[in-house]
């Protein structure tokens, strides 16, 4: 089955920092991987995506995610981390049965503290 | 605003009452998607609407029926609730094959007492 793992529940790391959320991935073929952030009672917001080309792929609010096929990783990075960025990430990737769908990760919840 | 639309964004319901979740997005989309989220548990997909035909259906209790009059809008008919059932319900949106994945709404906070 297709899927995608988020090996944390929650991150935690002071403002300032660089901060790393991880995603490891198990699909067939080519995988379109995604990263979205939720807010407290709010949906989902894109932040980015990677479908084929440059492993490091640049996306909202400063987030950048690396691509891993050996290691069939996607994580989530920036390198300076801000209080307001203090959320629930989810990594997906999507899967095609005549229609697209994606298929998410569990979530990892992000503190970012003064 | 995303460009998807979901309203309510809160609702309290009892068990035996009858309520409707709406969902609407003007993106030229033509797939549509729920998912229902519980706090410390996965996003679950419930439903997929592909062209306006249901194409997914996630072994979803009787008490949760969806509807797709047509490609911008997308209802979720709630009836005779469990408190269990309390949860975001989340609708999303896409192109039927993209590799853009979804846009969101921002939710409805469902409260069954």
């Known amino acids: 089955a297709q899927s995608v793992a988020q090996p944390e529940d929650q991150v935690n790391v002071a403002e300032g920092n660089p901060l790393t959320v991880k995603c490891t991935y198990s699909v067939s073929g080519n995988p379109y991987l995604f990263w979205y952030v939720q807010y407290p009672n709010r949906g989902l917001q894109f932040l980015l995506k990677?479908?084929?080309?440059?492993?490091l792929v640049k996306g909202s609010y400063g987030f950048e995610a690396e691509f891993n096929k050996s290691q069939t990783s996607f994580h989530l990075k920036k390198p300076s981390a801000l209080v307001s960025d203090s959320a629930l990430y989810f990594c997906a990737v999507r899967v095609l049965t005549g229609f697209q769908k994606l298929v998410f990760g569990t979530g990892t919840r992000l503190l970012v503290s003064p | 605003e995303t460009g998807v639309t979901q309203t309510p964004r809160h609702l309290v319901m009892g068990m035996t009452n009858k309520k409707s979740l709406k969902c609407e997005q003007h993106l030229g989309h033509n797939a549509m998607y729920w998912y229902k989220q519980s706090a410390k548990k996965p996003l679950e997909l419930m439903f997929v609407?592909?062209?306006?035909?249901?194409?997914e259906n996630n072994s979803v209790p009787s008490r949760f029926s969806p509807e797709c009059p047509n490609s911008s809008h997308l209802f979720l008919h709630l009836h005779t609730l469990q408190p269990e059932d309390s949860a975001l319900y989340l609708c999303a949106s896409s192109q039927l094959i993209s590799a853009y994945g979804y846009t969101f709404g921002s939710g409805t906070r469902l409260t069954v007492v």
């Open positions: 609407y592909s062209l306006e035909e249901r194409v």
């Open positions: 990677y479908i084929t080309g440059d492993n």
